[in-house]
């Protein structure tokens, strides 16, 4: 599995951005994609997920009412948007795929995605 990332940029504070998460297999197959984010001496941390068994959504309390997180099947394209962006939403975005076999857990991540959020 691969994901390709793309998207990030520099935007002033109260801007919005889109990010993008092409997938190389049919999303389907997924059980959970999310994206996660990470700032400069900070630890990754999950901003949002979505789950393919019935769309279920979930997102980190800084984000909400900001963010959307969705997926477009017909393109195996998972989506970030981010609106109402603050400077503390600067960080790498990751996106990242999750698949459950079992009692095994198989991720696969994307190569990261700058944002910058300054004025």
């Known amino acids: 599995v691969q994901l390709q990332a793309s998207g990030g940029g520099l935007v002033q504070p109260g801007g919005s951005l889109r990010l993008s998460c092409a997938a190389s297999?049919?999303?389907?197959?997924?059980?959970?994609m999310g994206w996660y984010r990470q700032a400069p001496g900070k630890q990754r941390e999950l901003v949002a997920t979505i789950t393919r068994r019935d769309g279920t959504t979930t997102y980190v309390d800084s984000v909400k009412g900001r963010f959307t997180i969705s997926v477009d099947g017909a393109k195996n394209t998972m989506y970030l948007q981010m609106n109402s962006l603050k400077p503390e939403d600067t960080a790498v975005y990751y996106c990242?795929?999750?698949?459950?076999?079992?009692?095994?857990?198989?991720?696969?991540w994307g190569q990261g995605t700058q944002v910058t959020v300054s004025s």
């Open positions: 990242n795929s999750r698949v459950y076999s079992g009692s095994r857990i198989f991720d696969s």
């Open positions: 297999v049919n999303v389907h197959n997924f059980n959970v």
